[in-house]
């Protein structure tokens, strides 16, 4: 509730003014600048009038004319409300630890952690990986998260097709509430052979 008509919303957002006046109102019109289109004004009694305007991020002000009805009085050369579309960037997101290559064996579960955030909140987070190159594949981690979130994911590598030799890229993705997304630097994990030998890694189990 406001005794002006100054507008400040995310880009794109739709916005449903409702108009009092202290007159009875005949004829109302309002006109969007700098395109001097016009937006439909609906009377909805004789002093409340209702707009609907959408910030497109071109838009920069607004006016009302209206005329009353028993006097004819109108609203002669009224100054335009300013618009201001305020810009919904994208999310942000990076990996913290590990921060360098890392080897692992075919059946290790690396822990990762990173941080991701944005100016309005977090969609979802999601952990992906690449196995020599191929198709990301990739699973949620975070949901609905606020505008911050620490992330604490493992990436288990047993269930994977990985063997001694082969290369796995690991990446955070972030997606924001409009849907816009960001990703993280690759991590590269070097997938190696297991140092003990067998009887070695079943007593380990069993000691584990």
């Not at 007159?23 to 600048?33: G, K, P, V």
């Not at 911050?148 to 001694?164: D, F, Q, T």
Request: net charge negative.
């Amino acid at each position: 509730t406001e005794d002006q008509g100054y507008i400040s919303a995310l880009e794109g957002s739709s916005v449903r003014l409702a108009v009092r006046t202290n007159h009875s109102i005949d004829r109302a019109a309002a006109t969007i600048f700098p395109s001097t289109s016009t937006l439909p004004v609906t009377v909805e009694k004789p002093d409340l009038l209702r707009v609907n305007l959408t910030l497109d991020g071109k838009s920069d002000s607004w006016q009302l004319a209206l005329t009353a009805k028993d006097t004819g009085f109108t609203n002669d050369e009224p100054s335009p409300w300013r618009i201001e579309s305020v810009a919904d960037l994208p999310p942000t997101v990076t990996i913290t630890q590990p921060r360098e290559q890392v080897e692992a064996r075919s059946d290790d579960a690396v822990q990762i952690f990173g941080e991701a955030g944005d100016d309005i909140g977090l969609a979802k987070i999601e952990l992906a990986y690449a196995i020599n190159g191929a198709d990301w594949k990739s699973s949620t981690v975070a949901e609905k998260s606020g505008k911050e979130a620490v992330i604490s994911a493992p990436l288990k590598l047993a269930p994977l097709p990985v063997k001694p030799g082969d290369a796995v890229l690991a990446k955070l993705i972030a997606t924001d509430l409009k849907g816009q997304t960001a990703e993280s630097q690759p991590l590269r994990l070097m997938i190696v052979e297991a140092k003990l030998n067998l009887a070695k890694r079943e007593w380990a189990a069993k000691q584990r």
